[in-house]
Protein backbone atom coordinates (compact mmCIF):
# COMPACT_ATOMS: atom_id res chain seq x y z
CA UNK A 1 0.00 0.00 0.00
CA UNK A 2 3.20 2.40 1.01
CA UNK A 3 4.20 1.18 -2.40
CA UNK A 4 1.20 2.08 -3.89
CA UNK A 5 0.67 5.51 -2.67
CA UNK A 6 4.22 6.44 -3.45
CA UNK A 7 4.01 5.40 -6.80
CA UNK A 8 0.70 7.62 -7.51
CA UNK A 9 2.06 10.52 -5.71
CA UNK A 10 5.08 10.62 -7.83
CA UNK A 11 2.91 10.02 -11.04
CA UNK A 12 0.79 13.05 -9.97
CA UNK A 13 3.96 14.79 -9.23
CA UNK A 14 5.74 14.04 -12.97
CA UNK A 15 2.09 14.83 -14.61
CA UNK A 16 1.93 17.87 -12.59
CA UNK A 17 5.55 18.81 -13.64
CA UNK A 18 4.50 18.41 -17.60
CA UNK A 19 2.05 20.18 -17.03
CA UNK A 20 3.60 22.90 -15.10
CA UNK A 21 6.20 23.24 -17.47
CA UNK A 22 3.64 23.38 -20.92
CA UNK A 23 1.81 25.64 -19.05
CA UNK A 24 4.56 28.55 -17.58
CA UNK A 25 7.60 26.87 -18.88
CA UNK A 26 7.18 27.42 -22.63
CA UNK A 27 6.68 31.45 -23.47
CA UNK A 28 3.45 31.78 -24.53
CA UNK A 29 2.21 33.40 -27.85
CA UNK A 30 -0.82 31.78 -28.53
CA UNK A 31 -3.69 34.50 -29.58
CA UNK A 32 -4.47 35.97 -26.52
CA UNK A 33 -7.68 35.47 -24.75
CA UNK A 34 -9.67 39.06 -24.96
CA UNK A 35 -8.12 39.94 -22.07
CA UNK A 36 -11.63 40.78 -19.90
CA UNK A 37 -14.71 38.92 -21.36
CA UNK A 38 -17.18 40.66 -18.70
CA UNK A 39 -20.19 38.93 -18.79
CA UNK A 40 -22.42 41.85 -18.32
CA UNK A 41 -25.62 41.24 -16.74
CA UNK A 42 -26.69 44.68 -16.07
CA UNK A 43 -30.21 44.46 -15.41
CA UNK A 44 -28.68 42.38 -12.25
CA UNK A 45 -26.23 45.03 -11.12
CA UNK A 46 -25.72 47.65 -8.12
CA UNK A 47 -24.17 51.21 -8.93
CA UNK A 48 -21.53 49.89 -6.79
CA UNK A 49 -21.08 46.64 -9.08
CA UNK A 50 -21.10 48.51 -11.69
CA UNK A 51 -18.19 51.05 -10.60
CA UNK A 52 -16.29 47.37 -10.07
CA UNK A 53 -16.94 46.23 -13.70
CA UNK A 54 -15.58 49.86 -14.55
CA UNK A 55 -12.25 49.39 -12.18
CA UNK A 56 -11.42 45.87 -13.56
CA UNK A 57 -11.84 47.75 -17.20
CA UNK A 58 -10.11 50.57 -16.34
CA UNK A 59 -7.05 48.22 -15.05
CA UNK A 60 -7.41 45.58 -17.73
CA UNK A 61 -9.19 45.15 -21.52
CA UNK A 62 -9.15 49.77 -21.31
CA UNK A 63 -5.81 49.44 -20.78
CA UNK A 64 -5.54 52.79 -19.21
CA UNK A 65 -2.79 52.32 -16.79
CA UNK A 66 -0.41 51.88 -19.29
CA UNK A 67 -0.24 55.73 -19.74
CA UNK A 68 -2.02 56.69 -16.76
CA UNK A 69 0.55 55.72 -13.99
CA UNK A 70 2.69 57.45 -11.55
CA UNK A 71 5.59 57.90 -14.50
CA UNK A 72 4.00 61.42 -15.29
CA UNK A 73 2.85 60.09 -19.15
CA UNK A 74 -0.75 61.35 -18.97
CA UNK A 75 -2.40 63.00 -16.19
CA UNK A 76 -3.42 60.73 -12.87
CA UNK A 77 -7.07 61.00 -12.50
CA UNK A 78 -7.68 60.34 -8.98
CA UNK A 79 -8.95 63.89 -8.62
CA UNK A 80 -10.92 63.98 -11.89
CA UNK A 81 -14.04 65.14 -9.31
CA UNK A 82 -12.16 68.75 -8.77
CA UNK A 83 -9.76 68.81 -12.16
CA UNK A 84 -12.95 68.29 -14.85
CA UNK A 85 -14.58 71.63 -13.86
CA UNK A 86 -11.60 73.65 -13.89
CA UNK A 87 -10.81 71.72 -17.35
CA UNK A 88 -14.06 73.15 -18.60
CA UNK A 89 -13.25 76.41 -17.43
CA UNK A 90 -10.32 76.56 -19.38
CA UNK A 91 -9.58 79.14 -21.93
CA UNK A 92 -8.41 76.65 -24.26
CA UNK A 93 -11.75 74.57 -23.99
CA UNK A 94 -13.41 74.35 -27.14
CA UNK A 95 -15.26 71.17 -26.15
CA UNK A 96 -19.05 70.40 -25.63
CA UNK A 97 -19.07 69.17 -22.51
CA UNK A 98 -20.99 70.80 -19.60
CA UNK A 99 -21.03 68.25 -16.80
CA UNK A 100 -18.35 66.02 -15.47
CA UNK A 101 -20.03 63.49 -16.80
CA UNK A 102 -19.91 64.91 -20.55
CA UNK A 103 -16.39 65.78 -19.76
CA UNK A 104 -15.33 62.60 -19.12
CA UNK A 105 -17.19 60.74 -21.97
CA UNK A 106 -15.97 63.22 -24.67
CA UNK A 107 -12.02 62.84 -23.02
CA UNK A 108 -12.47 59.01 -23.72
CA UNK A 109 -14.05 59.18 -27.23
CA UNK A 110 -12.67 62.63 -28.38
CA UNK A 111 -9.48 62.74 -26.98
CA UNK A 112 -8.13 65.95 -28.79
CA UNK A 113 -11.28 67.84 -28.18
CA UNK A 114 -9.03 69.30 -24.86
CA UNK A 115 -5.49 68.13 -24.22
CA UNK A 116 -3.94 68.73 -21.35
CA UNK A 117 -1.53 71.29 -21.11
CA UNK A 118 2.25 69.51 -21.45
CA UNK A 119 0.48 66.41 -22.54
CA UNK A 120 0.08 66.93 -26.17
CA UNK A 121 1.85 65.07 -28.71
CA UNK A 122 5.10 66.43 -29.03
CA UNK A 123 5.24 69.44 -31.93
CA UNK A 124 1.37 69.38 -31.88
CA UNK A 125 1.34 72.44 -29.25
CA UNK A 126 -1.36 70.61 -27.05
CA UNK A 127 -3.60 70.42 -29.97
CA UNK A 128 -3.83 66.72 -30.58
CA UNK A 129 -3.89 64.04 -27.69
CA UNK A 130 -1.62 61.05 -27.59
CA UNK A 131 -4.36 58.89 -26.12
CA UNK A 132 -6.72 56.80 -28.19
CA UNK A 133 -10.45 57.07 -28.65
CA UNK A 134 -11.46 53.67 -26.76
CA UNK A 135 -14.20 53.02 -28.48
CA UNK A 136 -11.97 52.69 -31.49
CA UNK A 137 -10.41 49.49 -33.02
CA UNK A 138 -7.59 49.42 -30.64
CA UNK A 139 -8.85 48.72 -27.11
CA UNK A 140 -12.97 48.73 -28.45
CA UNK A 141 -14.98 49.59 -25.23
CA UNK A 142 -18.68 49.33 -26.18
CA UNK A 143 -21.53 51.90 -24.57
CA UNK A 144 -21.95 49.83 -21.53
CA UNK A 145 -18.05 49.29 -21.17
CA UNK A 146 -17.59 52.91 -21.70
CA UNK A 147 -20.24 54.14 -19.07
CA UNK A 148 -19.10 51.60 -16.42
CA UNK A 149 -15.25 53.45 -16.74
CA UNK A 150 -17.06 56.83 -16.37
CA UNK A 151 -18.95 55.42 -13.31
CA UNK A 152 -15.42 54.42 -11.75
CA UNK A 153 -13.86 57.31 -13.02
CA UNK A 154 -16.43 59.83 -11.06
CA UNK A 155 -16.38 57.12 -7.95
CA UNK A 156 -12.55 56.86 -7.99
CA UNK A 157 -12.00 60.39 -8.65
CA UNK A 158 -14.39 62.09 -5.95
CA UNK A 159 -16.70 63.10 -7.87
CA UNK A 160 -20.76 62.03 -7.46
CA UNK A 161 -21.74 59.24 -9.74
CA UNK A 162 -23.92 60.75 -12.11
CA UNK A 163 -23.99 57.67 -14.78
CA UNK A 164 -26.82 55.30 -15.35
CA UNK A 165 -26.57 51.40 -15.82
CA UNK A 166 -27.56 51.28 -19.62
CA UNK A 167 -31.35 49.09 -19.46
CA UNK A 168 -31.04 45.57 -20.10
CA UNK A 169 -31.89 45.21 -23.63
CA UNK A 170 -35.47 43.74 -24.40
CA UNK A 171 -36.09 40.22 -24.54
CA UNK A 172 -34.59 38.56 -27.74
CA UNK A 173 -32.49 41.54 -28.07
CA UNK A 174 -28.90 40.65 -28.63
CA UNK A 175 -27.36 41.53 -24.82
CA UNK A 176 -24.44 43.98 -25.37
CA UNK A 177 -21.43 41.88 -24.96
CA UNK A 178 -17.97 42.79 -24.92
CA UNK A 179 -16.42 41.58 -28.30
CA UNK A 180 -13.27 40.95 -28.99
CA UNK A 181 -11.56 43.43 -30.50
CA UNK A 182 -10.44 42.50 -34.36
CA UNK A 183 -7.03 42.35 -34.28
CA UNK A 184 -4.94 45.63 -35.22
CA UNK A 185 -3.62 46.00 -38.41
CA UNK A 186 -0.56 48.49 -38.50
CA UNK A 187 2.34 48.28 -36.31
CA UNK A 188 1.85 51.84 -35.20
CA UNK A 189 -1.87 51.11 -34.01
CA UNK A 190 -0.16 48.38 -31.62
CA UNK A 191 2.66 51.10 -30.42
CA UNK A 192 -0.30 53.58 -30.03
CA UNK A 193 -2.63 51.14 -28.49
CA UNK A 194 0.09 49.84 -26.01
CA UNK A 195 1.44 53.17 -25.23
CA UNK A 196 4.78 52.55 -25.98
CA UNK A 197 5.45 55.52 -27.18
CA UNK A 198 5.05 56.27 -23.64
CA UNK A 199 8.75 55.66 -22.66
CA UNK A 200 10.05 54.56 -25.91
CA UNK A 201 11.37 56.95 -28.98
CA UNK A 202 8.91 54.92 -31.80
CA UNK A 203 7.15 55.55 -34.35
CA UNK A 204 6.02 59.31 -34.27
CA UNK A 205 6.40 59.20 -30.57
CA UNK A 206 9.09 60.60 -28.52
CA UNK A 207 9.47 58.72 -24.84
CA UNK A 208 12.75 58.85 -23.12
CA UNK A 209 12.46 56.50 -20.56
CA UNK A 210 13.07 53.93 -22.35
CA UNK A 211 15.80 52.95 -25.36
CA UNK A 212 15.43 55.09 -29.11
CA UNK A 213 13.74 52.31 -30.95
CA UNK A 214 13.94 54.16 -34.16
CA UNK A 215 17.21 52.06 -35.87
CA UNK A 216 16.25 49.12 -33.42
CA UNK A 217 16.56 46.45 -36.24
CA UNK A 218 20.30 47.91 -37.11
CA UNK A 219 21.35 45.95 -33.78
CA UNK A 220 18.82 43.70 -32.66
CA UNK A 221 16.98 40.46 -34.84
CA UNK A 222 13.83 39.64 -34.60
CA UNK A 223 14.77 36.94 -31.53
CA UNK A 224 15.92 39.50 -29.06
CA UNK A 225 12.82 41.74 -29.82
CA UNK A 226 10.10 39.29 -29.44
CA UNK A 227 11.86 38.39 -26.20
CA UNK A 228 12.27 42.06 -25.12
CA UNK A 229 8.65 42.39 -25.37
CA UNK A 230 7.38 38.43 -23.92
CA UNK A 231 10.03 38.81 -21.01
CA UNK A 232 11.41 42.22 -20.69
CA UNK A 233 13.60 41.55 -17.38
CA UNK A 234 15.67 38.41 -19.26
CA UNK A 235 17.87 41.38 -20.66
CA UNK A 236 17.77 44.88 -19.06
CA UNK A 237 19.56 47.54 -22.23
CA UNK A 238 22.48 49.01 -21.04
CA UNK A 239 22.10 52.39 -19.11
CA UNK A 240 18.39 51.81 -18.73
CA UNK A 241 15.89 50.76 -15.58
CA UNK A 242 14.85 47.31 -15.08
CA UNK A 243 11.41 46.38 -14.29
CA UNK A 244 10.06 49.51 -15.99
CA UNK A 245 8.63 47.89 -19.40
CA UNK A 246 5.19 46.01 -18.51
CA UNK A 247 5.48 42.31 -18.48
CA UNK A 248 1.81 41.87 -19.61
CA UNK A 249 2.07 42.15 -23.42
CA UNK A 250 2.66 38.59 -24.01
CA UNK A 251 -0.99 38.51 -22.62
CA UNK A 252 -2.45 41.63 -24.17
CA UNK A 253 -1.02 41.23 -27.18
CA UNK A 254 -2.45 38.95 -30.12
CA UNK A 255 -0.39 37.06 -31.65
CA UNK A 256 -0.77 38.42 -34.96
CA UNK A 257 0.08 41.68 -33.19
CA UNK A 258 2.89 41.01 -32.15
CA UNK A 259 4.51 39.08 -34.79
CA UNK A 260 3.72 42.67 -37.13
CA UNK A 261 5.34 44.46 -34.19
CA UNK A 262 8.71 42.55 -34.28
CA UNK A 263 8.57 42.54 -37.75
CA UNK A 264 8.35 46.37 -37.79
CA UNK A 265 10.63 47.18 -35.32
CA UNK A 266 13.54 44.67 -36.98
CA UNK A 267 12.62 46.93 -39.98
CA UNK A 268 13.76 50.19 -38.29
CA UNK A 269 17.68 50.50 -39.24
C1 LIG B 1 -1.55 55.75 -24.93
C2 LIG B 1 -1.69 56.34 -23.63
C3 LIG B 1 -3.10 56.47 -23.03
C4 LIG B 1 -4.04 55.48 -22.87
C5 LIG B 1 -3.97 54.02 -23.28
C6 LIG B 1 -5.15 56.11 -22.19
N1 LIG B 1 -4.89 57.44 -21.97
FE1 LIG B 1 -6.13 58.79 -21.09
N2 LIG B 1 -4.83 60.28 -21.53
C7 LIG B 1 -3.55 60.10 -22.03
C8 LIG B 1 -2.88 61.39 -22.10
C9 LIG B 1 -1.45 61.63 -22.58
C10 LIG B 1 -3.80 62.35 -21.63
C11 LIG B 1 -3.58 63.87 -21.51
C12 LIG B 1 -3.80 64.52 -22.85
C13 LIG B 1 -5.26 64.76 -23.10
O1 LIG B 1 -5.82 65.60 -22.40
O2 LIG B 1 -5.83 64.11 -23.98
C14 LIG B 1 -5.03 61.62 -21.28
C15 LIG B 1 -6.19 62.21 -20.77
C16 LIG B 1 -7.23 61.51 -20.20
C17 LIG B 1 -8.36 62.11 -19.51
C18 LIG B 1 -8.54 63.59 -19.24
C19 LIG B 1 -7.74 63.92 -17.99
C20 LIG B 1 -7.79 65.31 -17.50
O3 LIG B 1 -7.06 65.58 -16.52
O4 LIG B 1 -8.51 66.15 -18.04
C21 LIG B 1 -9.15 61.08 -19.06
C22 LIG B 1 -10.42 61.20 -18.27
C23 LIG B 1 -8.53 59.85 -19.52
N3 LIG B 1 -7.38 60.14 -20.21
C24 LIG B 1 -9.03 58.58 -19.25
C25 LIG B 1 -8.51 57.41 -19.81
C26 LIG B 1 -9.13 56.11 -19.65
C27 LIG B 1 -10.34 55.82 -18.80
C28 LIG B 1 -8.39 55.24 -20.40
C29 LIG B 1 -8.65 53.75 -20.64
C30 LIG B 1 -9.99 53.39 -21.10
C31 LIG B 1 -7.29 55.99 -21.00
N4 LIG B 1 -7.41 57.29 -20.61
C32 LIG B 1 -6.31 55.44 -21.81
C33 LIG B 1 -2.99 58.91 -22.43
C34 LIG B 1 -3.64 57.69 -22.47
C1 LIG C 1 6.78 52.13 -18.81
C2 LIG C 1 7.81 52.36 -19.79
C3 LIG C 1 7.87 51.41 -20.98
C4 LIG C 1 6.86 51.04 -21.83
C5 LIG C 1 5.39 51.44 -21.77
C6 LIG C 1 7.46 50.22 -22.84
N1 LIG C 1 8.81 50.08 -22.61
FE1 LIG C 1 10.14 49.06 -23.73
N2 LIG C 1 11.59 49.43 -22.36
C7 LIG C 1 11.47 50.28 -21.28
C8 LIG C 1 12.76 50.36 -20.57
C9 LIG C 1 13.04 51.19 -19.32
C10 LIG C 1 13.65 49.53 -21.30
C11 LIG C 1 15.14 49.29 -20.98
C12 LIG C 1 15.29 48.31 -19.85
C13 LIG C 1 15.02 46.91 -20.31
O1 LIG C 1 15.70 46.45 -21.23
O2 LIG C 1 14.11 46.30 -19.74
C14 LIG C 1 12.88 48.96 -22.41
C15 LIG C 1 13.41 48.08 -23.37
C16 LIG C 1 12.77 47.76 -24.57
C17 LIG C 1 13.38 47.02 -25.65
C18 LIG C 1 14.80 46.50 -25.70
C19 LIG C 1 15.65 47.57 -26.36
C20 LIG C 1 17.12 47.29 -26.41
O3 LIG C 1 17.82 48.09 -27.06
O4 LIG C 1 17.57 46.31 -25.80
C21 LIG C 1 12.45 46.93 -26.66
C22 LIG C 1 12.60 46.25 -28.00
C23 LIG C 1 11.26 47.60 -26.18
N3 LIG C 1 11.49 48.09 -24.91
C24 LIG C 1 10.10 47.73 -26.91
C25 LIG C 1 8.91 48.23 -26.38
C26 LIG C 1 7.65 48.21 -27.10
C27 LIG C 1 7.47 47.76 -28.54
C28 LIG C 1 6.71 48.71 -26.25
C29 LIG C 1 5.22 48.81 -26.47
C30 LIG C 1 4.56 47.58 -26.85
C31 LIG C 1 7.39 49.09 -25.02
N4 LIG C 1 8.71 48.78 -25.14
C32 LIG C 1 6.78 49.67 -23.91
C33 LIG C 1 10.34 50.94 -20.89
C34 LIG C 1 9.08 50.79 -21.48
Redesign the pocket.
Known amino acids: MINFLKVAFFSVLMVGGFWGYSNFGIPQIKPAPPPVEEKLDLGAMTMDQFVALGGTIFNGKGTCT?CH?K?G?APMLDKIGTVAPERLKDARYKGTAKTIEEYLHESLTKPSAFVVAGFGKSGSNDTESPMPDVTGGGIGLNEAELAAVIAYLQDSGGAEVTVTIPAMPAAGAAAPKAEEAAPLKTAQE??AK???G???K?ADQT?E???N?TK?GA??NKD??RQ??LD??A???KG???????KT?GEQ?KAQELEM?VNY?AGLK
Open positions: LNMRVIYGCACHVGIGPLLTKYIALPDVIAFPGGMMPYMLL
